[in-house]
């Protein structure tokens, strides 16, 4: 009784999911989000390099083919389990150490705003080892920066195989700067999330 008491209360280890993608971005997303469930018990913070008139369009497209709910993010919206949050296009995206999401109009960083290392590195003061942070298919090299200091602070770290990436210079550029956790084919990427997920600390 005592061993089942004790394993009810372990805490997960991972409390969030940051990704970071851009050329290919809209089809790598197509293929990662839908197979993750409903339940999926981490909220997922997403970094697109889209254009800034795009408008809502892609969240509404996701969320229409996602078991998850996918939606912008708002200025001071606590970020919550089973939600997908987009950097709103033109606006940098980051977490604030109680967990809320701000948005900035700062300048380009990487030539990108929203940028993922901005994500990526407020992500990381947030949840430190707690966190999961991905690069995915993109030009240039966002991301890279930000996924190491990630690993540096004992979270999970994920690169896309850049073989089978559409633009590889975003993955190319994160597995130059530190190796990774994982290098998988985006296919996989569903799985690997929900395993580590379930994780619980010793």
Known sequence: MK???????????????????????VEALKRVLPPLPASFPLPVLVVIHIAAASGDGLARLLDAVSPLHVKEADEGEQAVAGTVYLAPPGYHMLVELDGRMALALDPPVNFARPSADVLFESACACYGAALIGVVLTGAGSDGASGLAGIGAAGGYTIVQDPAR???????????ARRAPDSVVALDDLPALLQKLAAETLP
């Open 3 to 25: 061993a089942a008491a004790t394993s009810a209360v372990r805490k997960p280890r991972y409390r969030a999911v940051a990704i970071a993608v851009s050329t290919g971005g």
């Open 165 to 175: 990436a559409v633009m590889d210079s975003m993955p190319r550029a994160a597995l």
